[in-house]
């Protein structure tokens, strides 16, 4: 079994700041990227931002300049810093992780899901 466990969300006004974390942990062999999505109302699940092995990260382009991904390997957590919040940023964000769970063959990547965590941007 393997589970994400999200925390750090939370109402905050605009121009304002939260960290997001996720938490991976279960059977795992290993973890290839993980990343952050958000889903707000009556919209698409949409990708936030994304960090591979290695560190290679990909951001939306709406977040680009204020929100940073980071990964802890050891710990296999992935941190996601909101910084000049905006309205727009309300959503459920739900974190992603890509990996190799035990009791699978060799590359066998699975992507897996945490139960989502509210961001409310006040004006």
């Known amino acids: 079994q393997v589970q994400l466990v999200e925390s750090g969300g939370g109402l905050v006004q605009a121009g304002g700041s939260l960290r997001l974390s996720c938490t991976a942990s279960?059977?795992?062999?290993?973890?290839?990227?993980m990343g952050w999505y958000r889903q707000a109302p009556g919209k698409q699940r949409e990708l936030v931002a994304v960090?591979?092995?290695?560190?290679?990260?990909n951001y939306a382009d709406s977040v680009k300049g204020r929100f940073t991904i980071s990964r802890d390997n050891a710990k296999n957590t992935v941190y996601l810093q909101m910084n000049s919040l905006k309205p727009e940023d309300t959503a459920v964000y739900y974190c992603?992780?890509?990996?190799?769970?035990?009791?699978?063959?060799?590359?066998?990547?699975?992507?897996?899901w945490g139960q989502g965590t509210q961001v409310t941007v006040s004006s």
């Open positions: 992603d992780a890509n990996l190799h769970p035990l009791g699978y063959g060799l590359g066998s990547l699975y992507h897996y």
């Open positions: 279960g059977s795992i062999v290993s973890i290839n990227a």
């Open positions: 960090i591979r092995n290695g560190g290679t990260t």
